[in-house]
């Protein structure tokens, strides 16, 4: 190693010269290397968060059509029942019944009782 650096240091073009010719080449391209690392790294954070924001357009249109969906059906839904309470009579409440182990009132359409199953709805 002793012998190299002699030998280095004993030329006088190799020290006047080609090594802070080469020590110029070394730092610039860590420079270049480091401004294209810093280039590639922003494109893509860019990409990335345009990705991000299509994707979350792209699932909160599905959510709006989905919701505007599930509404009209409720809505529907509601008219029917609406309608059939309304063609069976006034709600009203009766006398007390067992459910399970818990007592509650009876519910009453037009004066009379009215097991779950009797009204039938459709869709």
Known sequence: MRRFWNILTQSSIMSKFIIPTALIILGAV???AWLLSNYVSEQIQ???TELVHARSEQALNVLASTHSLMKQRVEV?????RSEGDRLGTPGLGGMTRVGAESVPSLLLAEAVRPMHSVSLTV
């Open 30 to 32: 860590g420079v270049c």
């Open 77 to 81: 839904a509601m008219g029917i029942l």
């Open 46 to 48: 860019t990409s990335t």
